[in-house]
């Protein structure tokens, strides 16, 4: 399968606990977004990456969220301290670095904070 | 601020034409993208926009005015398949409108 893939599908966490979701592109693609969703709502940026460069971060984007992509492939996003406020689906895309590429979808991760 | 806009809902009947509005403020505009995404699955491409004018594809068409911030999504001879939520994104897709979902009777 070459297409974008997302570990795990479903995260089930208690308050309070730390989770790290991964996530990797499409290996010719340089930039790697991350997204928050939730039931009704468009996809809502958080973060992206170019290689291994953070290139833009959320304004709305909590000290309690972190990504990293160390080699320019895969990436992490962990959430710290999670809150029920945190559960979401969470998509990651991968694109070329022309702007005018379409981005490919993982399946996300399904998070419930319990 | 920079913000997009779609209708919440829109329902159109088999075999008809039915025309999705995205209007969009943004602080930089790199072309304007839509999406479909059907109910539990991730958002795929449907088309590109960056210069004025109608883009032609198949049974689905897409219209960007730069001058008015303002996109439309034209699908034809609608099928049952085409029930999904339809987003807009600009620029560079760091920016979604929340997504029209476009439901389709018999």
């Known amino acids: 399968d070459t297409g974008v893939s997302q570990n795990p599908r479903h995260k089930i966490t208690k308050r309070g606990q730390n989770v790290t979701f991964r996530c990797d592109p499409i290996?010719?693609?340089?930039?790697l977004y991350w997204y928050r969703q939730t039931l009704g709502q468009g996809p809502e940026f958080l973060t992206y990456?170019?290689?291994?460069?953070?290139?833009?971060k959320s304004r709305l984007l909590s000290d309690r969220f972190s990504a990293e992509r160390p080699k320019g492939s895969f990436s992490t996003l962990e959430i710290q301290r999670t809150e029920q406020g945190d559960s979401a689906m969470y998509l990651c895309?991968?694109?070329?670095?022309?702007?005018?590429?379409?981005?490919?979808f993982g399946q996300g991760t399904r998070l419930t904070v319990v | 601020g920079q913000n997009i806009d779609q209708p919440t809902e829109m329902t159109a009947t088999e075999g008809a034409i039915v025309q999705i509005n995205c209007t969009y403020q943004?602080?930089?505009?790199?072309?304007l993208f839509w999406y479909q995404q059907h109910a539990g699955e991730a958002p795929t491409f449907l088309s590109y926009?960056?210069l004025d004018g109608l883009e032609e594809k198949g049974r689905f068409s897409s219209f960007l005015s730069r001058s008015k911030g303002y996109s439309y999504l034209l699908l034809k001879e609608l099928q049952m398949k085409d029930s999904a939520s339809y987003l807009c994104?600009?620029?560079?897709?760091?920016?979604w409108g929340a997504g029209t979902k476009l439901i389709i009777k018999p």
């Open positions: 895309a991968s694109s070329s670095v022309r702007g005018d590429t379409e981005a490919f």
């Open positions: 290996s010719e693609h340089n930039r």
């Open positions: 990456f170019q290689n291994e460069a953070q290139l833009e």
């Open positions: 943004t602080s930089g505009f790199n072309g």
């Open positions: 926009n960056v």
């Open positions: 994104a600009a620029p560079d897709q760091l920016i």
